[in-house]
């Protein structure tokens, strides 16, 4: 998997000075690496039990469909506020560059779903452990969480310790 990282192209100072994002788009692009991703995804996920899977807006919403197509599950949408038509429920988190929220329709999850959350990249973790929080708060249990790029250096699995996370390419730094 290591190979991958020679695809995704870093950015410094964005979204804001001192940052330095990864840009998965360059990953997408190649037709060989999505593909290997989205293979290896499968195959991380494997042995969890689950009943939908959850993508987070933005780039959540790429893996979680594709992983759901091809396992025979449900993908449910976890968006910016304002984006849902139905009743939704809100939360509010913290980033490593500031504060933000999202919901989820309030029918999505319902008591005792178990649910994939899926996103592009694991940095502090408040973002995942928010979308778990929405699951739990809806009568869900939180399957298990797996992302595409994990920043260890910002020990966002510590945030997540209650959980099962999974993934595929890890940056010390």
């Given amino acids: 998997m290591e190979h991958l990282k020679k695809l ?21 692009k190649d ?3 999505l593909r290997e991703v989205v293979a290896a995804l499968e195959k991380a996920i ?7 899977i959850l993508g987070i807006e933005s780039r959540g919403f790429i893996f ?15 968006r910016k506020p ?8 809100r939360i509010e988190y913290a980033l490593e560059y ?8 309030k029918d999505a999850i319902g008591p005792g779903t178990r649910a994939l959350i899926v996103d592009d990249l694991l940095a ?32 966002g699995r510590e945030r997540l310790a209650d959980y099962d996370v999974r993934s595929l390419l890890h940056y010390e730094k």
Avoid: N, S
């Avoid at 995704?8 to 000075?17: A, G, H, L, N």
């Avoid at 330095?20 to 360059?26: E, G, P, R």
């Fill in 46 to 52: 494997e042995g969890l039990d689950f009943d939908v």
């Fill in 82 to 89: 304002g984006k849902l038509p139905a009743a939704t429920e």
């Fill in 98 to 105: 500031g504060t933000d929220a999202l919901e989820i329709h």
């Fill in 8 to 28: 995704i192209r870093e950015v410094p100072d964005f979204p804001k000075p001192g940052i330095l994002f990864y840009d998965i788009t360059t990953l997408l």
């Fill in 64 to 78: 979680a469909p594709i992983l759901a197509h091809a396992l025979g599950k449900g993908f449910v949408p976890v």
């Fill in 124 to 155: 502090t973790g408040g973002t995942a452990a928010a979308v778990a929080r929405l699951v739990e708060k809806l009568g869900g249990t939180v399957a298990g969480l797996a992302f595409v790029v994990e920043l260890d250096f910002l020990r």
């Fill in 31 to 33: 037709r060989d690496g």
